[in-house]
């Protein structure tokens, strides 16, 4: 926060970087050891702070998770809105968006999938796990005006998603949209 003077509050600088760190060590915790090896105490361990501190900023674990998922989410709702607004083929962006989580995306996203799946579990969650459907229905509806096949991109993507996880093998664009073409397919 800036004062009149436009003079940055170091406090809030601390804090808000603070805030980041709990939120990968939180992510990290997640991609190591699942979303139900989350707790303030193993957080607090890989960020090297006192579980106290991690109460201070993340006063639940619902508040914690949360941060965790939309930190995630928000990075996934900026890419699909890159491919969104960008001219050319949206199909291809999703494709080599999609194919990232065999490559350097797939921490990230493991993460966002446990943390998403939780949300089955965690009614907090539920929200911010249904924005990477959402973004892509926006994305969809860009395509065609079929509700139908909206839902079947929609599907196709979170399933080729998880199916690139469990592969846990390079992935494919071209066969990626070939894919994501036939789910817009009447």
């Not at 990477?132 to 991109?153: C, G, H, S, V």
């Not at 993507?157 to 949209?177: E, H, K, Q, V």
Request: glycine share 6%.
């Amino acid at each position: 926060m800036a004062d009149e003077d436009g003079h940055v509050d170091g406090r809030f600088a601390r804090g808000a970087k603070r805030r980041a760190e709990i939120i990968e060590a939180t992510l990290a915790v997640v991609t190591r050891d699942g979303a139900a090896g989350v707790t303030h105490r193993t957080v607090a361990k890989q960020a090297g702070i006192t579980t106290s501190l991690s109460t201070y900023y993340f006063a639940t674990l619902d508040d914690l998770l949360v941060a965790a998922l939309t930190s995630v989410a928000d990075t996934y709702s900026a890419k699909i809105r890159a491919i969104i607004d960008a001219p050319g083929d949206k199909l291809t962006g999703l494709a080599e968006l999609i194919a990232e989580t065999a490559g350097p995306g797939r921490e990230r996203a493991l993460a966002e999938r446990e943390l998403a799946t939780l949300a089955a579990r965690r009614p907090a969650l539920r929200p911010v796990a249904r924005r990477w459907r959402e973004d892509i229905a926006e994305l969809a509806a860009t395509l065609t005006d079929d509700p139908t096949a909206i839902d079947a991109l929609v599907a196709a993507s979170d399933g080729l998603c998880t199916a690139i996880l469990l592969d846990n093998a390079p992935a494919d664009p071209d066969r990626i949209r070939l894919v994501l073409q036939k789910a817009l397919a009447n």
